[in-house]
């Protein structure tokens, strides 16, 4: 860093001074919100009933917590997550690699991949409870269900942009395909994976409530359904105020999976 030039070492304080005015905006813009929910809901503005809000969900929280089923709730949804979001991205990349090897296989499945990703997946729903039994095995499967297919079409388009250049470059000195693959395809489709496992926390969270309002008898999920049946929206809110801080945490853990390979790689 002592051997940068002024410009490079302005240029790099200006990058910081954006990311951190992204983040304090970000903070700032959340603030705001819940505090707007919270004065709208004492004024009676909007009926706190219907909506809860802030005060009310972290009274919630604390009332979970000291009945000691917060923590039994987040770690069953969050396993079942994290399981269907490892499965689907490497399964996904897995038969997106054998599709790019096969072009016979690639064309014979094309129709099949559009189909089951134009499927309404909640309908397998049922299906899944009967051949698999009500269970977190049912869950993970309609995860992998909403999540594989999208994830095999992203990674399968990725390859595909590759420059065929590089390619023929590879094949010209004696390449394999297989040197192919590890030598050019998965390097220049890196960031198109580190983009199919952004999506897939998107993914893999809604396959895994979809799964616990089916089946679950423990779960956010479970609690989002039971909290509707029974009227108690405080713990409705409360169960998604606790997904959205899961699902940020996640996509944070993806970004830094993502900066790390980069720096490892320069």
Not at 87 to 96: E, K
Not at 146 to 165: K, M
Request: hydrophobic share 55%; glycine share 8%; aromatic share 8%.
């Amino acid at each position: 860093m002592s051997n940068s030039s002024p410009e490079h070492r302005a240029y790099l304080k200006k990058v910081r001074q954006e990311k951190i005015k992204v983040r304090v905006t970000q903070i700032l813009i959340l603030i705001v919100a819940l505090g707007l929910w919270e004065i709208c809901a004492r004024a009676k503005i909007v009926d706190p009933f219907i909506t809860s809000q802030p005060s009310r969900v972290l009274q919630t929280m604390i009332t979970l917590h000291q009945e000691g089923v917060l923590l039994h709730h987040i770690a069953i949804t969050c396993i079942e997550t994290v399981v269907g979001f490892i499965l689907g991205t490497v399964l996904g990349t897995m038969i997106a690699i054998i599709l790019w090897w096969s072009e016979f296989i690639s064309k014979v499945s094309e129709p099949y991949l559009v189909i089951l990703n134009s499927l309404p997946k909640i309908a397998l729903g049922p299906i899944f409870i009967v051949w698999i039994g009500a269970g977190p095995a049912a869950i993970i499967v309609m995860t992998l269900a909403i999540s594989l297919i999208v994830t095999i079409l992203e990674v399968l388009n990725g390859f595909l942009s590759i420059d065929q250049e590089k390619i023929k470059l590879v094949h010209t000195f004696g390449g394999t395909k297989i040197q192919v693959l590890t030598k050019v395809l998965l390097p220049a489709s890196f960031p198109t994976i580190v983009n199919a496992l952004k999506i897939n926390v998107g993914l893999s969270w809604v396959g895994v409530i979809v799964g616990e309002f089916l089946v679950s008898k423990a779960g956010l999920g479970y609690l989002i359904v039971y909290g509707g049946q029974v009227f108690k929206l405080d713990l409705v809110m409360t169960s998604v105020f606790i997904l959205g801080i899961a699902a940020a945490l996640m996509y944070q853990g993806v970004v830094l999976f993502e900066k790390l390979i980069v720096k490892n790689s320069d």
